[in-house]
């Protein structure tokens, strides 16, 4: 990330914070439905000679409050902070949800939290944004607030497509649905996520494909299946192809994300690689043999350099590396 850019975990800024304009949610996934949020605020934030930030919440509200059917994070807090560094904001402020924000009333979010103690000088907040305890809180309780306490406020509406509203959900059913380009197109970059390397079975390098292998979450919705991918290691970002499901050719295990790269020669153990999900190829199959399943491996790397190598879409560009 750079330098300039803060990670701010509590409600001590520094000093080149001051006064901040927020921008507040869990944006998870940062779709284009968020940028319009994060937008609005950077503009605001211009016109006032204010930084801009974020203000959000981990662990995720829905984890807290139904820890046995935790949210799928299509960000987590480091993908988060990453991206929003390259959407020129200046920091991002992370509190803690546990019990006393929970119990926190709508009131004293405001009063107490936002006014006094990051002394904002202005908010931003999505129509459906709702908080405090019991969600008492709506966005245009704070807007009023910010009106009369002399702090702007702004109220972004819903971005809308086909009728429809952009949001976190819809990219996590594009994700189940293997629809990368749809998945893209909300998020407005390609999808993408973190993992490190792992030792496995290395059954890949006996077929002449050593992969590295990636656990995703347990409660990931990415459908199964070979994916054109690109990954970064460090700052050089390589072409690959990746299978993500449970081997059923040979033990049917838990799920496991398998890339292998292209024009790659040297060892990743232990590294965190930034993988990129650029199309779904095809679903997981159960070869009858070792024969027919190199065959299909050596079809599956000729489609994706193909996928690969044809233009990216200007509407979900590439943010590799972050």
Known sequence: MPKD?????????????????IAIGNFDGLHRGHHAVIDAARELAKELHRPAAVLTFEPHPRSFFKPDTPLFRLTPEGIKAKLLARFGLQAMIVLPFDVAMASTTAEHFINDILFRELNVAGVVVGHDFHFGRGRGGTPHSIAEACRQDGRAALIIEALLEKGAAVSSSAVRAALADGDMPRANHLLGYRYLFEAEVRHGEKIGRTLGYPTANLRLPENSVLKQGIYAVRVAVGEKVYNGVASYGRRPTFDNGAPLFEVFLFDFTGDLYGKTLQVECVALQRGEIKFDGIEPLI??????????????AEPIDPEAPSLLPL
């Open 295 to 308: 065959a299909q491996m050596d079809k599956d790397a000729t489609d994706a350099r193909a996928i690969l």
């Open 5 to 21: 850019f803060h990670l701010i975990r509590g409600r001590t800024l520094p000093a080149d914070i001051s006064r901040p304009v």
